[in-house]
T-cell receptor
Framework: EDKVVQSPLSLVVHEGDTVTLNCSYE??????LLWYKQEKKAPTFLFML????IEKKSGRLSSILDKKELFSILNITATQTGDSAVYLC???????????FGGGTRVLVKP | NAGVTQTPKFQVLKTGQSMTLQCAQD?????MYWYRQDPGMGLRLIYY???????DKGEVPNGYNVSRLNKREFSLRLESAAPSQTSVYFC????????????FGDGTRLSIL
């Protein structure tokens, strides 16, 4: 059975802290791993990772994939209150483009 | 800039009632998807449609039917609603090409009493 596990379930930090979120997976026919940010409504796309060891970076957010060890991390540096959200990891299978999601990590950034 | 549009945004039903959730996308995507999101469980795929005229079951299809009306529209129907179907439902489109992520609508919050 395909499985995506995120940790921690939730965390509380203060502005300026660095956050590291974890995602491990067991999926057949892996094609890519995606990170989404979900505030109150629709999940919004952050990164897609297909190659192992390559870091994707956008401002204060970065992510890396380890296809050998089957995990990914999402880092947020110099956190701001606007980073408060649920961060979702999903793995895409080659067949049918289906996504399997983890349960999410809820991040609360306090001023 | 509409992207993926879902209607309604909120709905309350009584057990046994039926309803259809509507979804439309304006990004010319071939693939469309319906997910449900329950607390602590992430999103789970209900049904998907790889192209107009085709639909396939996802992880949790029981109790639901879908219709791919045309390339833009993909509807989800609950024939006889049950309290276990209380959830937030998300429609998504895209993802059929490499490096193309799925894009999500704002969701429909459905409560079944």
């Amino acid at each position: 059975e395909d499985k995506v596990v995120q940790s921690p379930l939730s965390l509380v930090v203060h502005e300026g802290d660095t956050v590291t979120l974890n995602c491990s997976y067991e999926v057949t026919n892996f094609r890519s791993l995606l990170w989404y940010k979900q505030e109150k409504k629709a999940p919004t796309f952050l990164f897609m990772l297909t190659s192992s060891g390559i870091e994707k970076k956008s401002g204060r957010l970065s992510s890396i994939l380890d296809k050998k060890e089957l995990f990914s991390i999402l880092n947020i540096t110099a956190t701001q209150t606007g980073d408060s959200a649920v961060y979702l990891c999903a793995v895409e299978q080659a067949a049918g483009n289906k996504l399997t999601f983890g349960g999410g990590t809820r991040v609360l950034v306090k001023p | 800039n509409a992207g993926v549009t879902q209607t309604p945004k909120f709905q309350v039903l009584k057990t046994g009632q039926s309803m259809t959730l509507q979804c439309a996308q304006d990004m010319n995507h071939n693939s469309m998807y319906w997910y449900r999101q329950d607390p602590g469980m992430g999103l789970r795929l209900i049904y998907y449609s790889a192209s107009e005229g085709t639909t396939d079951k996802g992880e949790v299809p029981n109790g639901y039917n879908v219709s791919r009306l045309n390339k833009r529209e993909f509807s989800l129907r609950l024939e006889s609603a049950a309290p276990s179907q209380t959830s937030v439902y998300f429609c998504a489109s895209g993802g059929e090409a490499s490096n193309q992520p799925q894009h999500f609508g704002d969701g429909t919050r459905l409560s079944i009493l």
